[in-house]
């Protein structure tokens, strides 16, 4: 039977809010404990408000898949997306229809397989570059290194341009940009970006310093018109398969600043969380630690060692879904439609949340326990395909999931090989839900060396 059929009248039941801000004081006091709250007391579809704004919280696999796969078309991306304009100008992630299709159709060649497997090279060999100044003893924020150590390879392997030298600032920027996000969505009715508030005054002289760096990549690259095959030469080089144009220094740069973004920012919370959740729990670390001895010894890992590297992959799948990166999607109906039996207006956001789905009893047993080991026999073939989904899923999933994927796990192996990583006393992460999530403050850690740089 359709889904129109089977609609049902009444909206799907959830909690009251106040008259004007609706459920927004809740959500922004605590997100993660609110969306979760939501799931556990009113079920798979729950119905809110944030301001004047429309909300609909899917819980189960199934109306997941109806959102970004069935009905994909019935939405766009959400409101709070659009608060991203003057960061992310019209890159893939908030473009929309034919724009968006011909843009994802340009950058697709640079995420082939075969191509990010050639970047697993330069992967390990930017991670060996930063252990060299690694010491047993030494205490240091990892949210932080792994920031600045993913920008370093985004920014090599998928411009060829060597930003180590700005690494820091570049970090620092981007940190501001995700803190802007977080404040306007959490306003009742955003500021416009033009009013000289101290917040919109951040934010442009952190815009203004990301436009600088990847302005000039753009520029030196048009001024040597060299084709170096990554991904700014694919778009430099493409033509529109219509009228033939290219694309302009704006639209390069809203793709670029884009994968600067989504690209170091997700594999470096995922590697945090990996390392925070490992220092918890040692006989899974001693696990990980026999595995990486006993497949590379002495050496470091190549792009061949991965299907040999069972359980370091699962430690990083298990990362992703106890301490996910993308904690919430959202899409805003452009069309009535329908999910899970309820019916969604035009204008309605409709949410699904990993850090609640991937958290679900029916799905995993002991959610809320750190356990790679579940993984090992087949789990994933087992659950609904979208219990687990930490890249989103349909025609808008993730571009770079394959090389975020590889990345962590040859980053993490790289790294575990020759260190511990352990918390120093009284530690405990404070989770910041901003557009991935993050630790608050980020996580000190203390190092140990388990093996020489020659070892």
Not at 44 to 56: E, Q, S, T
Request: charged share 25%.
């Amino acid at each position: 039977m359709s889904a129109a059929l089977t609609e049902r009248r009444e909206s799907p039941p959830g909690p009251k809010g106040n008259w004007l801000t609706g459920n927004l004081p809740a959500f922004r006091r605590d997100r993660l404990g609110f969306l979760t709250d939501c799931a556990q007391t009113y079920g798979d579809v729950v119905a809110f408000r944030l301001g004047p704004r429309k909300m609909i919280l899917v819980n189960h696999p199934d109306q997941v898949e109806e959102v970004l796969v069935t009905n994909n078309r019935h939405y766009i991306k959400h409101f709070a997306l659009r608060l991203t304009e003057k960061t992310l100008g019209n890159g893939l992630l908030t473009s929309e229809s034919d724009f968006w299709r011909r843009q994802r159709r340009l950058a697709q060649p640079a995420f082939h397989r075969d191509r990010v497997a050639g970047h697993a090279a330069v992967m390990v060999a930017f991670t060996e570059r930063m252990l060299e100044t690694w010491s047993s003893g030494q205490v240091f924020d990892v949210q932080e290194a792994m920031m600045r150590l993913t920008l370093e390879i985004i920014a090599k392997t998928l411009f060829d341009a060597d930003v180590s030298g700005e690494s820091a600032g570049l970090s620092a920027a981007m940190e501001t940009t995700l803190r802007s996000f977080t404040e306007r969505v959490n306003h009742l009715i955003p500021l416009p970006h033009f009013l000289p508030t101290p917040s919109n005054r951040r934010l442009a002289r952190a815009v203004k310093r990301l436009d600088a760096i990847i302005f000039e990549i753009i520029a030196r690259r048009r001024a040597s018109g060299e084709d170096r095959g990554d991904l700014l030469s694919m778009l430099l080089n493409a033509q529109d398969e219509n009228d033939g144009d290219r694309m302009t220094d704006r639209q390069l740069r809203d793709e670029a600043m884009t994968l600067f973004m989504a690209g170091h920012e997700t594999t470096a919370n995922t590697l945090t969380w990996a390392w925070y959740l490992l220092a918890q729990h040692p006989e899974t670390e001693a696990r990980l630690h026999a595995e990486l001895d006993q497949v590379l010894g002495d050496r470091a890992p190549t792009l061949a060692d991965l299907h040999r590297l069972p359980f370091t992959e699962h430690v990083i799948t298990e990362s992703l879904r106890v301490h996910p990166t993308v904690w919430l999607l959202g899409r805003e109906a452009i069309v009535p439609t329908v999910v899970g039996g309820y019916p969604v207006p035009v204008g309605t956001t409709v949410y699904m949340s990993q850090w609640v789905v991937h958290r679900d009893p029916r799905f995993f047993d002991d959610p809320e326990s750190f356990r790679p080991e579940r993984w090992q026999d087949g789990l994933m073939k087992r659950i609904p395909r979208y219990a687990y989904f930490p890249f989103g899923g349909g025609p808008r999933i993730c571009i770079g999931n394959s090389f975020a994927l590889m990345e962590s796990v040859l980053l993490l192996a790289t790294i575990a090989r020759r260190f511990r990583l352990g918390l120093q006393p009284g530690t405990k992460a404070k989770l910041l839900p901003t557009m991935t999530l993050r630790a608050d403050g980020g996580i000190p850690m203390e190092l140990s060396t388990r093996r020489s740089l020659n070892s």
